[in-house]
């Protein structure tokens, strides 16, 4: 079964992690996938994995903080394919600190990438995506964070990821309604075992792995158009309220 073959689509933040395990599912699924971060050895390590099993994919490296970036990759996307039918906003950083300790600087960096480049690609896809049809998928990777501040050292993603969620709902909410098929929604793991949260690689077995969001991603992009899975969590064991 490849339910998204002759999809194109685009994942942020895919040299690594999530980023990277979404990107091969997609792949997996059928999609010709272009994977972007700032790490080009990164990014051709996935995209050598995507065809060694068969799949399509291709690396466009940048900073996705970059307006001037965005509009190039959106363009190139445009140019190649002539359409652009998945979005999977992935790229994101997670600073921690108490409030005494924590640089406002590092706020203004986290939001910039979590939440203003998150808009950025949101707001050139749709725009690529009513030029074909106006159907589309977009998936912001949030975070159980989205919903409820479970610890006090993170005051900067917390603030992020409730900052995604709200824009992610009030775009959806703008083009539910209108006549377009753009679903956006959101998938909000719990902590996840990659480098970004586990930098040791210590074995983590309560901890999710990436291919599990990667699967909550693959589910929500492959609902029909008119159906729109707008808010998926995912909880590790010791998180689970159930």
Known sequence: MRPLEGKIALVTGAGRG????????????????????????????????IRS????????????TDEAFQDRLFAEIDRIFSR????????????????????????????????????????RAIRLMRDNGAVGKIINIGSVRSHWTEAGDAGAYNASKEGLRAMTQSVARQLHGTGVRIAVGMVN?????????????????????????ARAVLHAVTAPPDV??????????SQSPW
Do not use: H
Not at 193 to 200: A, I, V, W
Not at 228 to 237: E, G, K
């Open 18 to 49: 999530i980023g990277a395990a979404v990107a091969s599912a997609l792949a997996e699924a059928g999609a010709t996938v272009v994977v972007t971060s700032r790490t080009p050895m990164e990014l051709a390590t996935v995209v050598d994995a």
């Open 53 to 64: 099993g068969g799949g399509c994919a291709l690396a466009i490296e940048g900073d996705i």
């Open 84 to 123: 652009l039918d998945i979005l999977v906003n992935n790229a994101g950083i997670a600073p921690f600190g108490p409030v005494e300790e924590l640089p406002a600087s590092d706020l203004r960096r986290c939001l910039e990438l979590n939440v203003v480049a998150a808009y950025g690609c949101m707001q």
């Open 189 to 213: 793991p719990g902590v996840v075992d990659t480098s970004l949260t586990n930098p040791s690689g210590t074995p983590k077995p309560d901890w999710l792995k990436p291919e599990t969001v």
């Open 228 to 237: 729109n899975v707008f808010d998926t969590t995912l909880f590790n064991v």
